[in-house]
């Protein structure tokens, strides 16, 4: 304990009244396993391995967590157990109030109990209830077929469908927002140049400003254009200048990367010096 | 509501064991191994794509966009759990055959069960589980990420060095979009003679970003959305197959 001998004031475990914080044994935790992860960065060693394996065991069973609660309930348990509850209720006729809206729109509808309507009912249940839940779920467990070689194949049915509806998605939203929306937005408008009253210096800058994109812009495509060589009085020097654009953009992103890691570097020490150490307010 | 609950356990196991029988005994159609999964790719594109020229107060533009959601979420749910079972047996494994640091897999397995179990329970409002969130997981998130920093650091020091004119461009970027993001910076611009009090550091910054920036992640965008499209056209018409795995 050289550190307490040194006059530091870490955060108590115990409270004043003689309990145990949960909050003092918690910032204990997290520092301590914040330590265990820097020291990675003397070299590999016992306390970095503990805490990047339990990070690794923790952060998947926040996954599975995650994916149940968010997911997996709302989407198929809950609504399975709904339905099923309202249907039973309907069925018997007992008088409980029905929660499903559109369970409950059929329960007004089958108001006079004849067959043909109770038929009909019945039919579209089933038809709903296996095309929104029992279907996705029996392409889910095709998914975890893949545990027995035999039957792995099965896979390929819920595979196929997550890639297509990603194909579908991405043909549409990126030919709308990063294609059209793109080009769009750099149809800049040069009018307010041309019809500046006087000299008007912002009005002179936004357009150079615009300009300077659409060049960088035509530029950078031009670099990313293959077919043909890039040599000549315009595809030479567009194409160099379309480097020079790529390279301020990669350096910016780069800068701001380092910052915000930064920021979480900033982050951490905030916590071991404030929380856990208790030397910064 | 829990003889329910287990009429559904019982309902889907039922079901898996079903379908693994059947997967089993028809393994060898190539019309169900190959054409059939083809064409629900098909469909599932086709439809999304149609759902895009229905006009969003449509019924059946919801019911589409409904039905697809649900069926993703469920699929992908479902998925998720295939790599859990690896995990969790890989690991499992390395410690029945004592492989080398197979301590720390007891130490993994247990931060997933003891996670798992306690954030199924109680859900998120749960003690245990809260505590775990709050004093585990999000530290060593957070210090996981922020170690990145010294690597970058390390990484800027042997790649920007100005041996070129486009490593020169890269480098004043990146120094200028630092400078501007912190106070310092603004400080130390303000001693470069001339242009240190004629603008700020972070006034270049958001120009450079304005201007360059944008127009390098436009193009950057642009090539490479249309791949993407290219792409996606190319799994659609069963042109493109390698998701299937290393038989096609």
């Known amino acids: 304990m050289p550190l307490f001998a040194l006059g530091f004031n870490f955060r108590p475990v115990f409270e004043a009244g003689g309990g145990v914080s949960t909050e003092g044994i918690g910032i204990w935790i997290a520092a301590i396993l914040t330590l265990g992860i820097y020291s990675f960065l003397y070299k590999d060693n016992f306390f970095y391995k503990f805490s990047e394996y339990l990070f690794v065991g923790v952060s998947a069973g926040y996954t599975l967590v995650l994916t149940f609660h968010k997911y997996l309930k709302p989407s198929?348990?809950?609504?399975?157990?709904?339905?099923?509850?309202?249907?039973?209720?309907?069925?018997?006729?007992?008088?409980?109030?029905?929660?499903?809206?559109?369970?409950?729109?059929?329960?007004?509808?089958?108001?006079?109990?004849?067959?043909?309507?109770?038929?009909?009912?019945?039919?579209?249940?089933?038809?709903?209830?296996?095309?929104?839940?029992?279907?996705?779920?029996?392409?889910?467990?095709?998914?975890?077929?893949?545990?027995?070689?035999?039957?792995?194949?099965?896979?390929?049915?819920?595979?196929?469908?997550?890639?297509?509806?990603?194909?579908?998605?991405?043909?549409?939203?990126?030919?709308?927002?990063?294609?059209?929306?793109?080009?769009?937005?750099?149809?800049?408008?040069?009018?307010?140049?041309?019809?500046m009253k006087g000299v008007d210096w912002s009005i002179i800058a936004q357009s150079a400003n615009d300009f300077l994109l659409v060049l960088g812009l035509c530029c950078a495509i031009i670099y990313f254009y293959f077919s043909a060589e890039h040599k000549g009085v315009i595809l030479g020097p567009a194409s160099n200048f379309g480097i020079w654009v790529l390279m301020i953009t990669f350096g910016a992103s780069f800068g701001y990367t380092v910052m915000a890691r930064i920021s979480l570097l900033i982050g951490r020490f905030q916590f071991l010096l404030g929380d856990w150490m208790q030397l910064v307010k | 509501m829990a003889l329910f609950n287990g009429f559904l356990i019982v309902f889907f196991i039922v079901l898996f064991a079903a379908l693994i029988f059947v997967g089993q005994t028809l393994r060898t159609s190539q019309f169900l191994r190959r054409k059939l999964p083809l064409a629900f790719c098909f469909f599932m594109g086709v439809i999304i794509i149609f759902q895009f020229f229905i006009p969003p107060e449509n019924p059946l533009y919801k019911e589409i966009e409904d039905l697809s959601t649900k069926w993703i979420q469920i699929i992908s749910s479902f998925a998720l759990v295939i790599g859990l079972i690896?995990?969790?047996?890989?690991?499992?494994?390395?410690?029945?055959?004592?492989?080398e640091d197979w301590q720390y897999a007891v130490v993994l397995l247990l931060g997933f069960f003891v996670t798992t179990f306690y954030g199924l329970r109680d859900g998120f409002e749960g003690k245990e589980f809260d505590f775990i969130f709050n004093y585990m997981y999000v530290p060593m998130q957070s210090t996981m990420f922020s170690i990145l920093a010294f690597f970058v650091a390390s990484a800027a020091f042997r790649a920007f060095r100005?041996?070129?004119?486009?490593?020169?461009?890269?480098?004043?970027?990146?120094?200028?979009?630092?400078?501007?993001?912190?106070?310092?910076?603004?400080?130390?611009?303000?001693?470069?003679?001339?242009?240190?009090?004629?603008?700020?550091?972070?006034?270049?910054?958001?120009?450079?970003?304005?201007?360059?920036?944008?127009?390098g992640q436009r193009a950057i965008l642009l090539g490479a959305s249309l791949g993407y499209i290219a792409a996606s056209f190319k799994i659609l018409l069963g042109i493109e197959r390698s998701y299937f795995g290393s038989e096609e």
């Open chain 1, 76 to 195: 198929l348990i809950e609504p399975l157990q709904e339905y099923s509850r309202d249907f039973y209720h309907i069925i018997t006729g007992a008088s409980v109030p029905i929660v499903n809206p559109w369970m409950l729109s059929w329960q007004t509808h089958l108001v006079g109990n004849q067959f043909g309507s109770q038929f009909s009912f019945i039919f579209w249940f089933a038809v709903k209830v296996f095309l929104f839940y029992i279907f996705p779920a029996i392409l889910g467990l095709m998914m975890i077929s893949r545990v027995f070689p035999n039957a792995a194949w099965l896979s390929r049915f819920p595979l196929a469908t997550i890639v297509g509806y990603g194909s579908g998605i991405m043909i549409v939203t990126t030919l709308h927002a990063s294609v059209l929306e793109q080009i769009k937005a750099s149809f800049v408008s040069f009018a307010p140049l041309f019809h």
């Open chain 2, 86 to 99: 690896s995990l969790v047996t890989m690991n499992f494994n390395k410690i029945s055959r004592k492989y």
């Open chain 2, 162 to 215: 100005a041996r070129s004119r486009e490593a020169t461009l890269l480098l004043t970027a990146a120094v200028i979009v630092m400078l501007g993001r912190v106070e310092l910076g603004s400080v130390l611009w303000s001693y470069i003679p001339f242009i240190g009090n004629y603008f700020d550091v972070s006034d270049l910054a958001q120009w450079i970003n304005k201007v360059f920036t944008t127009a």
